[in-house]
Nanobody, 122 residues
Framework: QLQLVESGGGLVQPGGSLTLSCAASGFTLGYYAIGWFRQAPGKEREGVACINGSGGGTDYADSVKGRFTSSRDNAKRTLYLQIHSLKPEGPAVYYC???????????????WGQGTQVTVSL
């Protein structure tokens, strides 16, 4: 059974850092790109980062470039999203998702985790 499970969310102060994890099971992780998305209450879900199957290529949304870093350890079957300089944007749920292709992109994701909430507040 294909499964993605995010963890690492929580409450963090503005300007702080956080590392989210995404544990993958049920498929050969290295064959597929993985994306990270976030959704705030009342807003559309947006892609923030994606990484190719081997981990050698990444892409980021303009709004997070320089602050977010996506990485993966296929041997551990885990993806990571390092978030720095968090802005006081209120709560958002972060999701990881599997793309049915090894190359990164912002569309056509076919398996999603349940999400982990990140709240940036004093």
């Amino acid at each position: 059974q294909l499964q993605l499970v995010e963890s690492g969310g929580g409450l963090v102060q503005p300007g702080g850092s956080l590392t989210l994890s995404c544990a993958a099971s049920g498929f050969t992780l290295g064959y597929y790109a993985i994306g990270w998305f976030r959704q705030a209450p009342g807003k559309e879900r947006e892609g923030v980062a994606c990484i190719n199957g081997s981990g050698g290529g990444t892409d980021y949304a303009d709004s997070v470039k320089g602050r977010f870093t996506s990485s993966r350890d296929n041997a551990k079957r885990t993806l990571y999203l390092q978030i720095h300089s968090l802005k006081p944007e209120g709560p958002a749920v972060y999701y990881c998702a599997k793309r049915p292709a090894p190359l990164p992109g912002w569309g056509s994701y076919d398996c999603w985790g349940q999400g982990t909430q990140v709240t940036v507040s004093l």
